[in-house]
């Protein structure tokens, strides 16, 4: 079982900024990549980013592309979201999740069947 923990949530105005961290409480990450989804109310849940952990290769939805940015660091076990020029649309509750299955070159993995454990979610809440 892995316990994941997010941080980082909370309000902004529209176009700043938030960073959004997720590790797995009390041990080192073994799996294969971290992703990032969130769900706004009265939608379902959406992909937002994806990054393999030991080749570091980003995914990202075509809605945040170019303002978000997935990174890892693998000395704090830690996945983080850097999430700029925020928008109204962007408000919702941000889930990380862990994935243990094989990763493979040029594959994404955008689908939540991929992620076997997930974090409680933090909410992010951007004001226009």
């Known amino acids: 079982q892995v316990e994941l923990r997010e941080s980082g949530g909370g309000w902004v105005q529209a176009g700043g900024s938030l960073r959004l961290s997720c590790g797995p409480y009390?041990?080192?990450?073994?799996?294969?990549?971290m992703g990032w989804f969130r769900q706004a109310p009265g939608k379902e849940r959406e992909f937002v980013a994806a990054?393999?952990?030991?080749?570091?290769?980003?995914d990202y939805a075509a809605s945040v592309k170019g303002r978000f940015t997935i990174s890892r660091d693998i000395a704090t076990n830690t996945a983080y979201l850097q999430m700029n020029k925020m928008k109204p649309e962007d408000t919702a509750r941000y889930y990380c999740?862990?994935?243990?299955?094989?990763?493979?070159?040029?594959?994404?993995?955008?689908?939540?069947?991929?992620?076997?454990?997930w974090g409680q979610g933090t909410q992010v809440t951007v004001s226009s």
């Open positions: 999740a862990a994935r243990f299955r094989a990763s493979y070159s040029g594959v994404y993995y955008r689908e939540e069947f991929e992620y076997a454990y």
């Open positions: 990054i393999t952990w030991r080749e570091n290769s980003p």
């Open positions: 009390g041990r080192a990450f073994s799996g294969t990549g």
